[in-house]
T-cell receptor, first 111, second 110 residues
Framework: GENVEQHPSTLSVQEGDSAVIKCTYS??????FPWYKQELGKRPQLIID?????GEKKDQRIAVTLNKTAKHFSLHITETQPEDSAVYFC??????????FGAGTILRVKS | DGGITQSPKYLFRKEGQNVTLSCEQN?????MYWYRQDPGQGLRLIYY???????QKGDIAEGYSVSREKKESFPLTVTSAQKNPTAFYLC?????????FGPGTRLLVL
């Protein structure tokens, strides 16, 4: 079955710097890759997603890139702010099936 | 997100007791999921259902049971066989490829 690995497990950045979180997946048939943000004690919320027919997608300060050949995708957050501090999860699925999640990355933005 | 509700917000279980966590959605989504999240950990899949009257075990189904008698409801029972049930339980529903989460239930053992 699908396996998703996520790195790093913890990331600290200075406010205003960029943050990059990387995920790799094992099943080349996976075609949907969402990213979720979870604030302390809250539910995970979808912040951006990408499908396998697209290489990059951007939404304001957040972007996701996908390399199908290497089977990895990354979340990029520019101009980080304290409110970006949270746990971020990547995931992968194929054809609308269940999501397989990465282990999560704790992002701390220091002001 | 707003169309998925979970209750109660906090639940206390005594040893040997079965407890049921509620998950309801009014989004007309076919698929629903239950995850367990331990402190500082990721999301582990307990059970999922892609259609009414059908469900499949996830990665950590032992000690849990579910039913899916109605499209909008997917209750999770934590049985006495689950020896370490303290965790944050998240329900989700899915339309197409996109999954949306409920607010969660925090289960604590007395």
């Amino acid at each position: 079955g699908e396996n998703v690995e996520q790195h790093p497990s913890t990331l600290s950045v200075q406010e205003g710097d960029s943050a990059v979180i990387k995920c790799t997946y094992s099943d080349s048939a996976s075609n949907y890759f969402p990213w979720y943000k979870q604030e302390l004690g809250k539910r995970p919320q979808l912040i951006i997603d990408i499908r396998s027919n697209v290489g990059e997608k951007k939404d304001q300060r957040i972007a996701v890139t996908l390399n199908k050949t290497a089977k990895h995708f990354s979340l990029h957050i520019t101009e980080t702010q304290p409110e970006d501090s949270a746990v971020y999860f990547c995931a992968a699925s194929k054809y609308g099936n269940k999501l397989v999640f990465g282990a999560g990355t704790i992002l701390r933005v220091k002001s | 997100d707003g169309g998925i509700t979970q209750s109660p917000k906090y639940l206390f279980r005594k040893e040997g007791q079965n407890v049921t966590l509620s998950c309801e959605q009014n989004l007309n989504h076919d698929a629903m999921y239950w995850y367990r999240q331990d402190p500082g950990q990721g999301l582990r899949l307990i059970y999922y259902s892609q259609i009414v009257n059908d469900f499949q075990k996830g990665d950590i189904a032992e000690g849990y049971s579910v039913s899916r008698e109605k499209k909008e409801s997917f209750p999770l029972t934590v049985t006495s066989a689950q020896k370490n049930p303290t965790a944050f339980y998240l329900c989700a529903s899915q339309v197409g490829e996109t999954q949306y989460f409920g607010p969660g239930t925090r289960l604590l053992v007395l």
